[in-house]
């Protein structure tokens, strides 16, 4: 735990107080008092107290049996790697939500989607052709005041998407509007789209990407969104959905996404006994649920030699000599 990566554990639950904190137990054991830790941290003694009980209530500390009243640290390495597996489990949880949560947003949309006739209903709106749907989006952006969240799936993106994209943010961002986007990982393989994800960063909004996305999504104060008609094919048009139940479930669902998400800029972390970067293990996860290797590469953004390149990798690491083989011990490895 050098001072090099000082602050690098808040994903953890250790914020900096709380960390400098347990380095200093971990490296010192001491048994200084409050005062005593303040002052060698230059912390204020609450910060020290709450920082104490937060790592109490990381089991990161247990009772002194030489010092009575006193704490002991765990070891990091016993310690750190519990967090890291909590931290895992978690995100494995709220993989599973986000699964389940799509399941319904699909249903709902599709529910509220309505008949195949055009024109506006009391509570959605159909949008046919890009012209029509870029065009309301600019008039209810224009309108936003809190928020505008955004889903974009794809790896790479059109010019002109992403010029209509800027030109949109920087109009909202100018108002002190906060601006999330949620990429894929892929997106750091397309210049021209990386280089709009990190504009909007240095112009106040915040990107993360995860390996997957459920749809293409704009969300705008919580109260409108923006979705496909059918989140299979996005050709078909978009809908502009108002109703409360709508907005719920939505809002929900850009919330689990955002919490799993990885910062833009942030080095891709690898699974914990697997080796596997979460774009791979997604690929795995795709693939055992039998989809072909064009739809798996369309889900993650990716081209088609990517996917192949990838699943020979894997392979090579299980040792595998076929799909059927890599599955099966995959799966043996708990890798899935």
Known sequence: MGEENAGMLSALGLDTPTEAVYRLLA???????????AEQLGLEEQQVRDALDRLAELALLRRSADRPGGWRAIHPELGLQLLLRRRQEEL???????????VAVTRMIADCAGPAVGGAEPDSERLIGMDAIRSRLEQVANKATDSVCTFMPGGGHSPASIEAARHNDAQILLRGVEVRTVC???VRNSAPTLAYARWLTE??????????LPLRMILIDGTSALVPLDPSDTRRGAVLLHTAGA????????????AVGLPLGAQQPRHEGTGLTAQERELLTLLAKGLTDETAAGRLGVSLSTVRRSMASIMERLGARSRFEAGLRAAQAAWL
Do not use: C, I
């Open 247 to 258: 907005m719920t479930a939505l809002s929900r669902l850009f919330e689990q996404v955002w």
């Open 203 to 212: 112009n106040g909004g915040e990107v993360r990407t995860v390996p997957t």
């Open 92 to 102: 494995e949880r709220r993989r599973r939500e986000l699964d389940d949560t799509h």
């Open 184 to 186: 894929l990982d892929s």
């Open 27 to 37: 490296t010192r054991p001491e048994g200084w008092g409050v005062g005593q830790m």
